[in-house]
Each structure stands twice: as C-alpha cells, then as structure tokens.
T-cell receptor, first 114, second 114 residues
C-alpha cells in the first residue's frame, strides 16, 4: 500500500510553546489530507481536512487558531499546535487518499505537553 | 444513535479460531467500506477496501458487505497472536472527485491467545 510518514513520532514540550507536526505522502500526491486526534482507548476524531492551495476545513468544536494547518505542497501537510497546554496531549494522526476513497494513515505523533 | 455502531469488545479467542468482526450503519449514503487494524500507539493500517455488496478475500481476511441490511463484517481465519489489535471499520460516501471524510466505528479490541 501507499506510504504516509509523520514527523516527529513523539514530542514533549512545555506548556505555552508551539509544536509543528509534518505529514508526508511518500509515493503519491494528495490534494487532500486529514488530521485526527486519538485519546487512549478511543476511536479517531477528525479535526480538520487539509486542502492543497486553499484553507483547511475544521470540524465543529476544533479551534482553527489553535490548530494551524498548512498544506504546502501535494505531498506535505503540517499541523501546528499553538500555545500547547496539557489538555492538548494526545496522539495525532494524519491520513491521505492514494486513489478515490482509499485512505492511508501515518504512524502518528504522540504529543506530551508538560 | 451513532452513524456507525461497532462492539468495542474486548474479544478474546484462541489461536487458530475464526474471528468475526461486525459494524452496522444507518447512513445509506455510505458507499465505500474499509477495515483498518491498529496496534497500540501506531497509526491504522488499511486491511480491506470494498465498494460493492458481497465478499472480498485477501489471504486470511474476508470482508463482507450487505448494503440492504447496512451491515459489514470482517472475518479472520486461522487467527494468530500477531492479529491482536484494535480493528476499526470505516465508511465514506460517494466519491465526488475529492476524498470524503471517513466515519469510523469505535473499534473492536481483539486478543488472540496461545
């Protein structure tokens, strides 16, 4: 299957700092990517849809100024958690459709905010 | 009522057993159906992708879709301890040219014991 990478795989930061997470499609191009967060023993919660060349679309209840998304190219989307707080600690996962509706996920990024 | 219902388990089976995992859904607009496997602290891995009603087989995995009953299943034959993971069903609506959002079940935790 297609490969999606994320960087970093884990990050620890102090409260109040910003953290950037990268999502890359390695062997295909993606005009759309999706960002999810997942709490322990829960399913994935869609945060936003990242669109290459236009603004991201955020799900209800997700603060767009808190979670900045930039889809810089057809293979790269970034999620920046601004002024992170302990409640933002979570597992962040991106996905990208290789063809049609077949979506592939990255390995995830574990964020811990102290 | 959730759009997609999935028994969270946990489901414990002995090695070699046939495993049956199921999801029901209420939105008749869902046209694409996927099963993902997620190991702890990892991103989901696409196992099966189906569009039409009927069966699709890939190795030890068989995906079954019954659109008339709004019911999908994943069967795992000759289960192995390495199959121990959380299995997520996911669905999306008609492909309009851009990828649509996935709607997930809550995931079923499977434990295959020796």
């Amino acid at each position: 299957g297609a490969v999606v990478s994320q960087h970093p795989s884990w990050v620890i930061c102090k409260s109040g700092t910003s953290v950037k997470i990268e999502c890359r499609s390695l062997d295909f191009q993606a005009t759309t990517m999706f960002w999810y967060r997942q709490f322990p023993k829960q399913s994935l919660m869609l945060m936003a849809t990242s669109n290459e060349g236009s603004k991201a679309t955020y799900e209800q209840g997700v603060e767009k100024d808190k979670f900045l998304i930039n889809h810089a190219s057809l293979t790269l989307s970034t999620l920046t958690v601004t002024s992170a707080h302990p409640e933002d600690s979570s597992f962040y996962i991106c996905s990208a459709p290789e063809s049609g509706e077949k979506q592939f996920f990255g390995p995830g990024t574990r964020l811990t905010v102290l | 009522q959730k759009e997609v219902e999935q028994d969270p388990g946990p489901l414990s089976v002995p090695e070699g057993a046939i495993v049956s995992l199921n999801c029901t859904y209420s939105n008749s607009a869902f046209q694409y159906f996927m099963w993902y496997r997620q190991y702890s602290r990892k991103g989901p891995e696409l196992l099966m992708y189906t569009y039409s009603s009927g069966n699709k087989e890939d190795g030890r995995f068989t995906a079954q879709v019954d659109k008339s009953s709004k019911y999908i299943s994943l069967f795992i034959r000759d289960s192995q301890p390495s199959d121990s993971a959380t299995y997520l069903c996911a669905m999306s609506t008609t492909n309009t040219g851009t990828a649509s959002k996935l709607t997930f079940g809550t995931g079923t935790r499977l434990q295959v014991t020796l």
